[in-house]
């Protein structure tokens, strides 16, 4: 009855509007302040949920005590979020180097670390797999010598002229590129008899079998020139007449070597005119592999990967995220359409390795180590239906195939609006495979739409909170004890977030000075029951 007097009287309209508007918000727990204040027990504590995770990350767990000191109180799992990913581990050789890793796994002690990731798209060391698989083709090196003639003649002789005119030109307009070209001033029809008017290359070296292009530019002061290549010392081989006209044109001409050093030969006897020849260029044809070939070569790649990483921490690492990310928002397989390829670290491993990239992954890694509880992992399965239903349906489908899958990780990079009841069905339906669930790696952005000048106030805290203790009580609720793996939380202070954007993101636990927010109380609450 306190303060009664000031009361407000709605009108009915809007108090139709307020209870509709209550409701609406009551779904994404932007109303409920919470009143959470109790942060003094440490999550890894309570006891329930699995374990309580948090990924960290390097150098920080080595050199902050502070950051190192949080982790080991409060928390009984870590994920490494970087140190065991394709770019940190493997060099541009294909070696597999743990240094860093290995400095970080020691420096957690007997905590227990769940392996992130072994197969993903993204974050890939694309120089070694790209070359490796042949899907970037090395570039042959130019083995003409002065191919430009910007050294005058140097490399190039004469070997016959008939009256013509040889000689290297630095004219305005001449030169295709750069100030020199070589220039023939052919003054008499040779009918028939192209080698009269003749220059040849320096020798280079050349395998009898392998393929060599010979290409060139050339124009003609008439109309309807007329040259030919040829190749030398021995064994010739001839060109058919290529008709020339006044604007420079590029002429190929790909041999098949029979010595083990060969000669090309401009013959441009033919036809009275001048000839501008530049940027001649001599290179070895490097076959391109075929699909399957890039496949294979791929699949090699990614078995020595899972295999080496499972393999070195076997015994310390007891659960690994296999698979990471295989379908896009529509729940389908990933390809390089559907996938944005453009970051230099991507490589879409279903894209040539189709359907079995996951078999073959999940199937190298049990074979490594059979103990290890294996699992799949995505983002967005709390807002996309048709994403989680897929991504259920290909899990299915691989266990179906052989593979062993025990778990199913959902990452949860959510906000403080996300949908409760996407939240209630993601973990009914991930419930109902029989399968171990991960909350593998929660945050809860509190400036979603970024805001210019946010600043994080109290009440803000508070409804951050209250969506880290609905996702803890949803997952306690509708995912069985059993099949509770555990809770990871993507990082340990906001400015070390991957969202924290200088400042206009605080989606963790703890501020920067390592204090506990006020989510930490909503997490610790909901593992409680409250």
């Given amino acids: 009855m306190k303060n009664i007097s000031n009361r407000i009287i709605l009108p009915a309209a809007l108090l139709v509007m307020a209870v509709s508007s209550c409701t609406k918000m009551k779904d994404t727990g932007t109303l409920n302040t919470g009143g959470y204040t109790d942060t003094t027990v440490a999550l890894k504590d309570v006891g329930k949920g699995g374990y309580i995770g948090v990924a960290i990350d390097y150098p920080a767990m080595i050199t902050n005590s502070a ?50 990731t072994l197969g993903w798209h993204s974050q890939q060391n694309t120089t070694y797999l790209k070359n490796y698989s042949g899907l970037v083709v090395p570039a042959a090196t130019e083995l003409a010598t002065n191919p430009g003639f910007e050294s005058g003649m140097t490399g190039w002789s004469i070997f016959n002229t008939n009256g013509a005119t040889i000689a290297a030109s630095t004219a305005a307009g001449d030169a295709r590129t750069g100030t020199g070209c070589m220039k023939v001033i052919n003054p008499t029809a040779q009918t028939g008899n192209q080698w009269k008017v003749q220059v040849s290359s320096s020798a280079f070296a050349t395998t009898p079998g392998k393929q060599y292009t010979i290409s060139y530019y050339v124009k003609a002061a008439s109309p309807n020139g007329s040259i030919r290549l040829s190749t030398g010392p021995t064994a010739a081989q001839y060109q058919g007449d290529q008709t020339i006209g006044t604007t420079y044109q590029l002429v190929s001409w790909t041999i098949t070597a029979t010595l083990a050093s060969t000669t090309f030969l401009f013959d441009m006897g033919q036809v009275a005119n001048t000839y501008y020849i530049d940027d001649a260029s001599v290179k070895e044809v490097i076959p391109v592999p075929g699909g399957a070939q890039i496949a294979a070569k791929l699949d090699t790649a990614l078995g020595q990967f899972v295999t080496g990483m499972v393999n070195h921490y076997k015994g310390k690492v007891k659960a690994w995220d296999v698979v990471n990310e295989l379908v896009d928002d529509n729940g389908n397989l990933r390809n390089n359409s559907n996938t944005n390829i453009t970051p230099s670290d991507v490589l879409v491993w279903s894209n040539y390795l189709g359907r079995d990239y996951a078999l073959k992954a999940f199937n190298y890694a049990s074979a490594a180590d059979p103990t290890a509880l294996l699992f799949i992992n995505d983002y967005n399965l709390e807002s996309r239906a048709v994403k989680l239903d897929s991504l259920i349906a290909m899990v299915k489908e691989l266990k179906g195939r052989g593979a062993k899958i025990d778990g199913i990780g959902t990452q949860m990079h959510i906000s403080r609006t996300t949908s409760y009841d996407g939240i209630d069905q993601m973990f009914k339906k991930l419930a109902a495979t029989g399968l171990k669930i ?9 400036n979603p739409n970024v805001v210019p000048g946010y600043i994080l106030t109290p009440m803000e805290e508070n409804y951050q909170a209250q969506m880290y203790n609905y996702v803890v009580a949803s997952y306690l609720k509708y995912v069985p004890a059993a099949q509770q793996y555990g809770i990871t939380v993507w990082g340990v202070s906001d400015n070390t977030s991957w969202l924290y954007n200088s400042g206009k993101e605080f989606p963790l636990m703890y501020h920067a000075d390592f204090s506990k927010k006020i989510a930490y109380s909503g997490v610790l609450n909901a593992l409680r029951g409250n």
Avoid at 438 to 446: A, M, P, Q
């Fill in 438 to 446: 991960h909350v593998s790696e929660l945050d809860v952005k509190i």
């Fill in 67 to 116: 950051y190192a000191g949080v982790v080991k109180r409060d928390f009984s799992q870590v994920t490494f979020g970087n140190l065991m990913k394709h770019s940190s581990i493997v060099d541009n050789n294909g070696n597999l180097v743990f240094t860093n890793t290995d400095a970080l796994v020691a420096s957690v002690g007997s905590m227990d670390i769940f392996g992130h």
